[in-house]
């Protein structure tokens, strides 16, 4: 354990040079609704894309009452070109009216109720419980898959896995800023292939799981 937080600490250090990623921004608004949302833009698009995305739609409704008052086009055109932007208007408009029709306007706030909205999975739900509500749950990624394996953490084969076991081995109060500091860290250093370890602050903590060839 004592190994592991001081991996994270050093992680944690390193990437506050590194940019945050857009959900962790849009967070700052304290607004579930519009993690929710910002998440599903997310998915699959790049984080400069996905904010200026946000940014627009946001601009237009902020909310589940003013979301389902657009036309699919119009929330086209507002998120384009967010990867499988008509999958995603189709995903907003479905949870938006399922969240005023279900759960009374409000963002459900618990993994089994999140986890209802259709279009919304583990990753999703626990970025809103963690960024949207301040309630403690392990985002796991990719970068975070990649990571904690490479790192020697874990040994898992899928994100809910890693999930479980970073859980048992991640003191609770890193669990919500978890995701935010390896995805930093992982866009900028820890790569999928060729990573940095050269200028890696925890190189000599890391055992390069999977890593064949490095920087």
């Known amino acids: 354990m004592n190994k592991i937080l001081k991996t994270i600490k050093l992680i944690e250090i390193q990437a506050r040079s590194f940019k945050v990623p857009w959900v962790t921004e849009e967070s700052k608004t304290k607004e579930p609704y519009r993690v929710l949302i910002s998440c599903i833009l997310s998915l699959r698009t790049k984080d400069k894309t996905t904010a200026e995305a946000s940014s627009r739609l946001f601009k237009v409704a902020d909310s589940p009452r003013k979301m389902i008052e657009l036309p699919a086009g119009r929330i086209q055109k507002l998120i384009y070109p967010v990867g499988f932007y008509r999958n995603k208007t189709k995903a907003i408009l479905g949870m938006s009216k399922k969240?005023?029709?279900d759960f009374g306007g409000r963002v459900p706030d618990n993994m089994d109720d999140l986890l209802k909205l259709k279009g919304v999975g583990r990753k999703t739900a626990n970025l809103v419980l963690g960024l949207g509500y301040n309630i403690p749950a392990i985002c796991v990624d990719t970068h975070v898959h990649r990571i904690s394996n490479r790192l020697g953490w874990v040994k898992t084969d899928g994100p809910q896995a890693t999930e479980e076991a970073l859980e048992k081995i991640i003191p609770r109060n890193y669990w919500i800023k978890l995701n935010t500091i390896l995805v930093g860290f992982g866009q900028?250093?820890?790569?999928?292939?060729?990573?940095?370890c050269s200028r890696c602050a925890v190189n000599k903590y890391c055992r390069k799981t999977g890593v064949s060839r490095s920087r």
Request: proline residues 17%; glycine residues 0%.
């Open 99 to 101: 969240i005023l029709d």
């Open 188 to 196: 900028n250093l820890c790569a999928p292939v060729s990573p940095f």
